[in-house]
C-alpha cells in the first residue's frame, strides 16, 4: 500500500496521524465481521455527509471544517494505527458495494461513491499538507544555499500536460500553453486528487469483476449478505424501482402537478405544456420523474420516453434524478431542467413561488435560504408550506417531494372522510 | 453585395427543385462525395501502409445511417473504402453521422458480448464542439431558430476565431477541422491523437474551460465573470476578438440600442438597479435637446460604458459588467453535451443537409470571414453541374 505522507513529523501530537492512503492494494488482515460492516457504515455517514453538505451548497472554509468533524466522529480511534486500518478495511469494504453498480444500482450511485471518496481524500490531503508557508521557507532556504536569488512562493509552478490537471483546467484555474498546464503550488492537490479518481474508478471495474465470478459465490452465505444490505443500507429509498402510485393518466398528472409536484417538475411540465417540446436535460429530468407513458408523452417523446425505460439505447433503468444531481446541472440557453431554486432569478423563483402559492412570511424565508444557497431546504420550505405539514427529513429527492406530498394528501382525504366533510 | 452578381445563376438553377432531391442524392453520392478521402482521414496512417499500424482501427469505426422516413442503421462499420463507397451508395443515407472507434467491430458487438470479457467500450474519439446558431435567439434580432442571414452569421465567424485560437495556442492541438453544418451552425473537429485519446472527464474539462455561458431561459444574467482580472484565454479572447467585434459589427449590424425592448434586455444585466435606471431614463426621455448627433446604437453604448467607468460607480462589478455585457452577446455558446461523451456521433462532412440541401462544407479557419453561408453549393446545384461536365 502506497502511503501518501505529510512533512510534519514533529509539532503536537493532536495532529498526529499524518497519513493518507491511496489504497492502491487491498491490506492482507483479518477483519472481524461486525467490523467489516460497522466500519462501512461509519464511512458511508462520513460520505453522506459531505455529500450532503456539497448539495447544500457549503463553502471551501465550511466543507473543510465540516469533513474534519465528520471524520473525527466517525472514523477516529484511540490509536494512529486503528484509525488507519478502519480507514482502509471501511474504503475497501464500500468498494465491494459500489462496484456493483452496473447490476443493483444505477450508474449515478458509482459516480456518486468515486466523487465522495475523492472529495474526501482531496480534505484530507489538505489537512495533511504543509502549509504554502511552509514550503516557501525551504524553498527560499535551498534557493540561499544554492547562491540563487529568493522565490516567491506565488513563483512556484508545476508544467503538466492538461490531460493531467482536467479539474483545474474545467475551472480556468491554471494557465494553459501549448498542451500544457502550469499549476501553481497551492492547485497541486488536484494533481493527486485526479490520481485517486482515476486509480479508484479502475479499480472499482476490476472489483465488480472479481465480485461477479468469484467473491458473490464464495461468500454467499457470509459476507454477500452485509455487502448487499450496505447497498440500500444509507442512501435512503431507491427510486428507480418506484411504482407506489401505479400508472398514471395524462388527465391525472396534470392534477397531480399542480399538487404534489416540486417546483422543478412543475415548471418543465408546464412548459411541456406550453411549448410541446423540451430540450434534452429536460426530457431526461422530468420523462425519469414520471416513469409513466402518458400517451402523449409517448407519442411525442416516443424514443426518448423508451430510453428513459431503458427498453431502448443501452436498456439499462435510469434512475429519476436527485436533488443534488438536479442542483449540480449546467442548464444552458432553451433549457428549462435544473433546480429552480438554484438557476432562476429571483424575480423569476418569486413568480414561480406565487403560483404555486407561497406568499408573505414564507416567500422571505425561501428566498433567505436560497440567497445562502440552502437549495434543498428552501424546497422543503415550499413544500411545508403547501402542505402546511412539516417535513423533518427535509426534501433530498424530487420523488421524495411527490410521495410526501401525497401521503400528507391521502391522509387529508381520509380526514375529510372521517369528519364527513 | 456579392450576392447580387450570383442572382442570375441561382435563377437559372431553380428550374431545378431546390433542395433535397433523393436522385441527386445518389448522383452526389456516386461521382462527388469524397469516400476515399474520409477513409483516409478517419484511418489516420492504419492504412497497411505503414508499419505498425492497426488494421482494424477504421474497422471499429462506428458509422450511422439515416435513411428516408427516419430510418436509423446504428453501428455499421466498414473495412475499406471500397466497402464504405459501396454502402453508401447501395444505401444513399440522408444523413451521415460519425461516432467513434470502439473496443471491437461495432458491427459485431453482440458477438463479442457473448464472450464475456470483450467489453464494448469507446476507445477514440476526436474532440468535437457543436455551435449553432439557434442558441443565439436572445442576441440576434435579423431570425430566429433554424434560419441564418449575413448580419447573424458573423457570429459563428467569431466563434471559430475565439474557439481556434485557443485549441491551438493553449491546448497545442494542430489538427482542426471546421465544417458548416449544412444550415445554421458549424461542427469542429479536433483530430490529433492526442485529443482522440481524451476521456470523458478530459472532454468535458476542456468544454468546461470553454464555458462562459451559463444562462438558461430563467435567468437575465447569462454570463457571471469573477474575480479582479480575467483568465489570460478570456481576456486575449475579448480584446483580440469579441470587444472590436460588438463595437464595430454587431451593435450596429443587430440594432442593439435601438428600441426600448432592447436596450432593458442589457440593462437587465447591470446589477445595480440605480445605475440601470438612470441610463433607463435618459434614453427613454431622449428628446430632442440631448440628442447627441450619430448612431444611437453607438452613442447609447458608448453612454453606457462611460457611466459604468466614471467615478460615480467605481464598484469594481459594474466595470466588469461591460465585459459581461459583451461577453453575453458574442462568446461562443457550444452545445456541452456534444463534446463531454466520446460516444456522441456527429454529423460527417461533405454530408448534405437534408432540409437545405446544402454541402456541409469546410470552412477555413485562418478565411473564415469570407465564408458566406447563402453561397454555400445546394445538392441540385453540385449535382446537376456536374452531370453537365461528364
Known sequence: ?421 | MLIDGHEPVQQQVSTIPKGFNPDHLKVYYGKLFPHADIFKWMSYGNDGKHPGCDLSYFGRREFSFTLENDIYLRFQSFNSATELEHAIREKCPFKIDIGPVYSVDPAKRHAYAQGGDNVFTPMERELIFDIDMSDYDDVRYCCSGADVCLDCWPLMTVAIKVMDRALRDDFGFDHILWVYSGRRGVHCWVCDRRARRLTNEQRAAVADYFRVYKGSENNAKKVSLTGPVLHPFLARSYTDVLEVFFEKKLLCGQQLFSTQEKYEKILAIIPDESTAAELHDRWQGNRRSSIPKGDPNIVRWEQLKHTLQSGKHKGQGLRRCIEEIVFSYTYPRLDMEVSKHMNHLLKAPFCVHPKTGRVCVPIDPDHCEDFDPTAVPALSEVSSLKTVET
Open chain 1, 1 to 421: 500500500m502506497e502511503i501518501v505522507r505529510s512533512q510534519r513529523k514533529t509539532s503536537d501530537s493532536a495532529a498526529a496521524a499524518p497519513t493518507i492512503s491511496l489504497y492502491r492494494s487491498a491490506p492482507n488482515i483479518e477483519v472481524r465481521l461486525d467490523d467489516f460492516e460497522l466500519f462501512a457504515i461509519d464511512r458511508l455517514r462520513v460520505l453522506k455527509g459531505i455529500s450532503d453538505g456539497l448539495s447544500r451548497g457549503k463553502k471551501p472554509e465550511e466543507m473543510e471544517k465540516l469533513v474534519s468533524e465528520l471524520w473525527r466522529t466517525n472514523m477516529r480511534l484511540q490509536e494512529q494505527s486503528e484509525t488507519m486500518e478502519k480507514d482502509v478495511i471501511s474504503h475497501f469494504v464500500l468498494r465491494l458495494v459500489y462496484c456493483r453498480t452496473f447490476f443493483v444500482f444505477s450508474e449515478d450511485q458509482r459516480k456518486w461513491f468515486l466523487s465522495m471518496e475523492t472529495a474526501l481524500f482531496r480534505y484530507r490531503f489538505r489537512f495533511e499538507s504543509p502549509d504554502s508557508q511552509n514550503v516557501k521557507d525551504k524553498l527560499n532556504q535551498v534557493a540561499r544555499s544554492i547562491g540563487q536569488p529568493v522565490v516567491n512562493a506565488d513563483a512556484i509552478f508545476f508544467k503538466v500536460p492538461f490531460e493531467e490537471v482536467a479539474e483545474l483546467v474545467s475551472n480556468r484555474r491554471v494557465f494553459l500553453f501549448k498542451g500544457y498546464a502550469y499549476v501553481a503550488m497551492n492547485q497541486v492537490v488536484s494533481l493527486v486528487a485526479t490520481q485517486f479518481r482515476s486509480l479508484l474508478s479502475k479499480a472499482l471495474v476490476l472489483t465488480n469483476r472479481k465480485w461477479t465470478s468469484t467473491i458473490r459465490e464464495q461468500e454467499k452465505d457470509r459476507l454477500t449478505p452485509i455487502v448487499e444490505a450496505l447497498s440500500t443500507s444509507y442512501l435512503g429509498p431507491d427510486y428507480s424501482q418506484a411504482k407506489e402510485f401505479g400508472e398514471v393518466s395524462l388527465k391525472d398528472i396534470e392534477q397531480l402537478a399542480n399538487s404534489s409536484f416540486p417546483l422543478c417538475m412543475r415548471h418543465l411540465f408546464e412548459k411541456l405544456r406550453e411549448e410541446h417540446h423540451l430540450k434534452h436535460g429536460g426530457r431526461m429530468q422530468l420523462g425519469l420523474f414520471l416513469k409513466v407513458g402518458s400517451e402523449r408523452f409517448d407519442k411525442e417523446y416516443a424514443y426518448s420516453i423508451r430510453h428513459n425505460y431503458g427498453k431502448e439505447g443501452k436498456r439499462t433503468d435510469y434512475t429519476p434524478y436527485s436533488c443534488q444531481k438536479i442542483i449540480s446541472s449546467t442548464p444552458g440557453v432553451g433549457d428549462h431542467h435544473g433546480c429552480p431554486y438554484r438557476h432562476f432569478s429571483e424575480e423569476n423563483l418569486r413568480a414561480a413561488l406565487g403560483k404555486m402559492g407561497v406568499g408573505g412570511r414564507t416567500m422571505d424565508d425561501v428566498m433567505d435560504k436560497v440567497r445562502n444557497r440552502h437549495y434543498q431546504l428552501a424546497c422543503t420550505l415550499t413544500f411545508e408550506s403547501i402542505h402546511a405539514s412539516s417535513c423533518d427529513a427535509g426534501i433530498n429527492h424530487p420523488n421524495q417531494y411527490f410521495t410526501d406530498s401525497q401521503k400528507v394528501l391521502k391522509t387529508k382525504v381520509t380526514i375529510f372522510k372521517l369528519l364527513d366533510i
